[in-house]
């Protein structure tokens, strides 16, 4: 998938998910919205973000994830919670919002978290915040 053809790799995706919801990495799902102009453009907001997130204490790619995505980031530090254990703060990619990020605040208890839409710029102008809060 990431060294096929594009256009080929996009009618296979477009085909498969005419019958059935194929799982696809983020930029592919983007790509076929016409949101993204490139495979390429996708890879390297992932790699901006590996370079953000790797030279900075505490943050670990995890690369299992549901089938056919990527991997995401966690925040280990914010595991630990005031109460007790907690999910990590996680930087996630997305198909849904144009900037391509999702920030999961760490949280703890019942109850689904909420995404806050986010951009390569807002990650690396709050990082120290993000970190803070944990």
Do not use: C
Not at 13 to 33: E, I, Q, S, T
Not at 109 to 133: M, N, S, V
């Amino acid at each position: 998938m990431n060294q096929a053809d594009e256009k080929q790799v996009l009618a296979a995706y477009r085909a498969v998910n005419a019958v059935d919801n194929a799982p696809a990495p983020w930029w592919l799902r983007a790509l076929d919205r016409g949101k993204l102009s490139s495979r390429a453009e996708g890879h390297a907001l992932e790699d901006a973000v590996t370079e953000l997130l790797s030279a900075r204490p505490g943050w670990v790619f995890v690369p299992w994830v549901d089938h056919g995505e990527i991997g995401y980031w966690e925040f280990v530090p914010s595991e630990s919670g005031v109460y007790g254990p907690a999910t990590p703060t996680t930087v996630q990619f997305t198909s849904t919002h144009r900037g391509w990020i999702h920030l999961v605040p760490a949280h703890h208890g019942p109850g689904r978290p909420h995404p806050i839409d986010f951009t390569l710029d807002d990650l690396r102008t709050q990082i120290e915040d993000i970190e803070l809060i944990a």
